[in-house]
T-cell receptor, first 110, second 113 residues
Framework: QKEVEQDPGPLSVPEGAIVSLNCTYS??????FMWYRQYSRKGPELLMY????GNKEDGRFTAQVDKSSKYISLFIRDSQPSDSATYLC??????????FGKGTKLTVNP | EPEVTQTPSHQVTQMGQEVILRCVPI?????FYWYRQILGQKVEFLVS????????KSEIFDDQFSVERPDGSNFTLKIRSTKLEDSAMYFC???????????FGQGTRLTVV
């Protein structure tokens, strides 16, 4: 079983749509959860960091963690063409390394 | 806004040659990392570094790899004898404490020919 599973998409939505991105993880030792945005051939840019179950909101972005189901989500409200990128979930716990999902490629069409 | 900077942005090298990838982490951060991303694949952990020594490394980080913090600002990754399969984007990251937000640089694209 892979440590982190993420649907690679691609996902295409119209501008203004609500986007839902998801990951599942297998190891309950993971206690820290991050979402990164990555533009083509660029470095991952940190969007959200959380360590507790529940929701965390930052502007148009909401990160949701359900530790009982080992399920994490990122919601993007009022999506914009500039949100078009690959979104990576990452988990951490029990060691220093981040374990990444494969990434979901999102396109927001004007 | 403070950021992690990496040089060069792109490096082409011949198989068997040594390369050094350079990073300047965020200045008040204490934990440093190297990750790599082969084209179309996941970002993979290579090594973590704290207090001038390796704290954790992956199976990928074999004897061909080494890291160093030669002065108070730079953090380097050396690959001694590059192979074709070392071609990838290499990302440096830093964070102030373990298990906190990790900030990544823009990466060095290494092409081994």
């Amino acid at each position: 079983q892979k440590e982190v599973e993420q649907d690679p998409g691609p996902l295409s939505v119209p501008e203004g749509a609500i986007v839902s991105l998801n990951c599942t993880y297998s190891n309950s030792a993971f206690q820290y959860f991050m979402w990164y945005r990555q533009y083509s051939r660029k470095g991952p840019e940190l969007l959200m960091y959380t360590y507790s179950s529940g929701n965390k909101e930052d502007g148009r972005f909401t990160a949701q963690v359900d530790k009982s189901s080992k399920y994490i989500s990122l919601f993007i409200r009022d999506s914009q063409p500039s949100d078009s990128a690959t979104y990576l979930c990452a988990v951490q716990g029990g060691s220093e390394k981040l374990v990444f999902g494969k990434g979901t490629k999102l396109t927001v069409n004007p | 806004e403070p950021e992690v900077t990496q040089t060069p942005s792109h490096q082409v090298t011949q198989m068997g040659q040594e390369v050094i990838l350079r990073c300047v982490p965020i200045s008040n951060h204490l934990y440093f990392y190297w990750y790599r991303q082969i084209l179309g694949q996941k970002v993979e952990f290579l090594v973590s570094f704290y207090n001038n020594e390796i704290s954790e490394k992956s199976e990928i980080f074999d004897d061909q790899f080494s890291v160093e913090r030669p002065d108070g600002s730079n953090f380097t990754l050396k690959i001694r004898s590059t192979k074709l399969e070392d071609s990838a984007m290499y990302f440096c990251a830093s964070c102030p404490q373990p298990n906190t937000e990790a900030f990544f640089g823009q990466g060095t694209r290494l092409t081994v020919v």
